[in-house]
């Protein structure tokens, strides 16, 4: 089985690009979760769909981050404009509804923005 | 809002020394999960925990959950160098609460 997918693994941008960054969750998983993860911060919840609805947004740290879910299988996390203070790992993880609430993580995007 | 706090935040052992990572909530858990991050990788789900009081192994490591579900621990038994990465601890519900972690490292 396929596990979480990201693309792409490695972004670098300067100050002022818009970035998008790409998730394909496991099939079959209701739940998708998008993560930013520093040195300082640990890692951090930006913001989770159910059933591709965008459940909880309290964790995007300002207007610059957007995040759509247009259908089950894909998601995007949009930065615009990109500011070197948002240079982290962003990862992606899905999880099944009911059972346990384990969370299955991409292997994440390294963002750097100069 | 709830938090979780892990401590050490960095640990440095002998290989085949033991290990502990302590994880404190300021609020009461239904259940916990643990995970760990190999240099570089995701963060991977070791265990889930949901009894007070439960006591799970696996192998070499020892997860357990406090009487009042407000703290859990790690032990890793004679450590090995692959047990090197950092260890989560996570308030589980829907989103799940992550602690900042503990970061091992092990010289042989």
């Known amino acids: 089985d396929a596990g979480v997918i990201q693309s792409p693994r490695h972004e670098v941008t300067e100050m002022g690009q818009e970035v998008t960054l790409r998730c394909k969750p496991i099939?079959?998983?209701?739940?998708l979760f998008w993560y930013r993860q520093t040195m300082m911060r640990g890692l951090e919840l930006l913001i989770y769909f159910n059933n591709n609805v965008p459940i909880d947004d309290s964790g995007m740290p300002e207007d610059r981050f957007s995040a759509k879910m247009p259908n089950a299988s894909f998601s995007t996390l949009k930065i615009q404009p990109s500011e070197p203070r948002d240079s982290a790992v962003y990862f992606c993880?899905?999880?099944?509804?009911?059972?346990?609430?384990?969370?299955?993580f991409g292997p994440g995007t390294r963002l750097t923005v100069l | 809002g709830q938090q979780v706090m892990q401590i050490p935040q960095y640990q440095h052992v002998q290989e085949g020394e033991d290990f502990t990572t302590y994880c404190n909530s300021s609020?009461?858990?239904?259940?916990i999960q643990w995970y760990k991050q190999r240099p570089g990788g995701h963060p991977v789900f070791l265990i889930q925990l949901v009894k007070s009081g439960e006591v799970k192994k696996q192998k070499r490591l020892t997860f357990q959950f406090g009487e009042a579900k407000k703290n859990s621990s790690l032990h890793i038994t004679a450590t090995q160098t692959t047990d090197v990465g950092t260890y989560f601890c996570?308030?589980?519900?829907?989103?799940?609460?992550f602690g900042k972690g503990t970061t091992l490292s092990v010289s042989s």
């Open positions: 099939s079959g998983h209701d739940y």
């Open positions: 993880a899905s999880r099944l509804a009911g059972g346990t609430d384990t969370q299955y």
């Open positions: 609020t009461t858990l239904s259940n």
């Open positions: 996570a308030g589980a519900g829907t989103a799940l609460i």
